[in-house]
């Protein structure tokens, strides 16, 4: 158990829906990054969060955004959703860009 | 733009044999290099990590790797496989540029460990 937890676990959802996954990071960890993790493109950053700015983007679509509360959990949001987007989405944490990350479970999203 | 690169993309061992799994990652910026397993159906372990210092960095379940500079590689060594080692390894390193800190994954190494 690295001490970061996604929620939900799986989410099943159809094409054009809206979904919303869930981090919360480690105790004392300000920095959470979200990637997908897919077959073809395997594991790909997509945007990074500290201290409740974002900080860095990789490549993550318009479709997609997220943002870090006060508390410092994370949500991802994604919209208009095409069969593409079906992935795995991890959720790390680190207590500054500089440490090591620590990745949650996962959610396993499937777009029908 | 950074990159790693792993050689092998599947590697099939038989118990007790040893392993020994390439990574070759991109010139440029400080290095901080990382090697993470992923257990079928759950989420990614850190190994192990080289910042700086002593390049022969061990970390967990008996898993070490050796930093070399001039050859750009930060391979994977376990002396002798079990079966519990199945698994999928994850070579990565630090994105380093402004403010960024993003891991930059290799493609992975899917290990088959045989009883």
């Known amino acids: 158990d690295s001490g970061v937890t996604q929620t939900p676990k799986h989410l099943i959802t159809a094409t054009g829906q809206r979904v919303t996954l869930r981090c919360s990071p480690r105790s004392g960890d300000l920095s959470v990054y979200w990637y997908q993790q897919s077959l073809d493109q395997g594991l790909q950053f997509l945007i990074q969060?500290?201290?409740?700015?974002?900080?860095a983007k990789g490549n993550i679509l318009e479709r997609f955004s997220a943002q870090q509360f006060p508390d410092l959990h994370s949500e991802l949001n994604l919209s208009s959703l095409e069969l593409g987007d079906s992935a795995l989405y991890f959720c790390?944490?680190?207590?500054?860009?500089?440490?090591?990350?620590?990745f949650g479970p996962g959610t396993r999203l499937t777009v029908t | 733009a950074q990159s790693v690169s792993q050689h092998n993309h599947h590697v099939i061992l038989s118990e007790a044999a040893s392993l020994e799994l390439g990574c070759n990652y991109s010139y440029g910026g400080t290095v901080n290099l990382f090697w993470y397993v992923q257990y079928p159906g759950q989420h990614l372990q850190l190994l192990l990590k080289?910042?700086?210092?002593?390049?022969l960095v061990k970390g967990i379940k008996g898993f070490e790797a050796e930093f070399i500079k001039s050859k750009f590689s930060f391979n994977l060594r376990k002396p002798s496989v079990q079966w519990s080692d199945t698994a999928e390894y994850f070579c990565a390193r630090r994105n380093y540029g402004g403010s960024q800190g993003n891991l930059i994954f290799g493609k992975g190494t899917k290990l088959s460990v045989k009883p």
């Open positions: 080289y910042f700086s210092g002593d390049p």
């Open positions: 969060y500290y201290n409740g700015e974002e900080r």
């Open positions: 790390a944490s680190s207590l500054t860009s500089d440490y090591e990350q620590y």
